[in-house]
């Protein structure tokens, strides 16, 4: 489940088909200062100040955060553990795209060790959505 100002959101599906899934929305807005310092690798707000100068229109900062947040959803339900901000790095793509490499030991789903989770995000009307999916054997 995620919501801010204007809109509310909820994903769901068969456990046959996803281990685990989890999504965030932000307000297509630049972070508040300080917040991308506390929330960012140095290699994550390298990517997004590069990210930024090819395409200022987006704000990368919010959308790491938005994808952070989508992986903490995910990987909570399998581990029942607080994932820090610092224990996953964050790949974005303009695609449409992200990956988070966890720096910590991820949660094993059919016998495989997960290292990282693939996400998928949205800039439209306003809004960044993010969301992850784990299928049952990542």
Known sequence: MTHCDGYRGAALAPAASVASVGVDAEPHA???DGVLDAIALP???TRTAALRATDPTVCWDRLLFSAKESVYKA???LTGR???FSEADIVVDPDGTFAARLLVPGPV???TQVTTFPGR???DDGLILTAVTLPPTA
């Open 30 to 32: 630049a972070l508040p």
């Open 43 to 45: 290699a994550e707000r």
């Open 75 to 77: 990987w909570f339900p």
């Open 82 to 84: 607080w994932l820090d």
């Open 109 to 111: 789903l059919g016998g």
């Open 121 to 123: 995000f949205l800039v």
